[in-house]
T-cell receptor, first 113, second 113 residues
Framework: NAGVTQTPKFQVLKTGQSMTLQCAQD?????MSWYRQDPGMGLRLIHY???????DQGEVPNGYNVSRSTTEDFPLRLLSAAPSQTSVYFC????????????FGEGSRLTVL | DAKTTQPTSMDCAEGRAANLPCNHS???????VYWYRQIHSQGPQYIIH???NNETNEMASLIITEDRKSSTLILPHATLRDTAVYYC??????????????FGTGTRLQVTL
């Protein structure tokens, strides 16, 4: 099994551009989420989903959009990139919403100029 | 969720046991203690979790005090590959929000020769 796969691993954007970070898992997990991590800080929750068709906001949702049309995929969209969104983004999944055992992807490093 | 307090950094000699403390004095009865680690630039990795009994798996042991106000993660024979940031997280599983983990800044463990 591949686990949680994120693409791309690295991306450079200009201010105002849009892009989508992809996240896919092959473990049939119901719960998926996106975190961002800035230097010297812990991970902050952006958005999460408890199943296909259901999404909700986390701690820092502004400037990001998500959808969950399938169990496997949970893309994160940056609508109009800003330098403040320069960060490392991690996707995570778990079997369901009741377990704290998360499986993380390897991260996507985004730089907004 | 109960707040956790961890030392900012610790050192450990390779081959020796690494004991990482965590204080969670406001923990409530239905909250579990989770431990994750993050090796440089990688996604966090689940290590272990427990409620009130001591737990052991192939990676580590978790010792929770009888009053549950603190815990210790033990890596019995630390290696250089255990150098990472270790996160202690307290989370309730009863409310169905267990997967919404909040990561603080953790303890940076440096294993040396």
């Amino acid at each position: 099994n591949a686990g949680v796969t994120q693409t791309p691993k690295f991306q450079v954007l200009k201010t105002g551009q849009s892009m989508t970070l992809q996240c896919a898992q092959d473990m049939n997990h119901e719960y998926m989420s996106w975190y961002r991590q800035d230097p010297g800080m812990g991970l902050r929750l952006i958005h999460y989903s408890v199943g296909a068709g259901i999404t909700d906001q986390g701690e820092v949702p502004n400037g990001y959009n998500v959808s969950r049309s399938t169990t496997e995929d949970f893309p994160l969209r940056l609508l109009s990139a800003a330098p403040s969104q320069t960060s490392v983004y991690f996707c995570a999944s778990s079997l369901d919403f009741y377990t704290g055992e998360l499986f993380f992807g390897e991260g996507s490093r985004l730089t907004v100029l | 969720d109960a707040k956790t307090t961890q030392p900012t950094s610790m050192d450990c000699a390779e081959g020796r046991a690494a004991n990482l403390p965590c204080n969670h004095s406001t923990i409530s009865g239905n909250e579990y203690v989770y431990w994750y680690r993050q090796i440089h630039s990688q996604g966090p990795q689940y290590i272990i979790h427990g409620l009130k009994n001591n737990e052991t798996n192939e990676m580590a042991s978790l010792i929770i005090t009888e009053d549950r106000k603190s815990s210790t993660l033990i890596l019995p024979h630390a290696t250089l590959r255990d150098t990472a940031v270790y996160y202690c997280i307290v989370r309730s599983v009863n409310t169905g929000t267990a997967s919404k983990l909040t990561f603080g800044t953790g303890t940076r463990l440096q294993v040396t020769l």
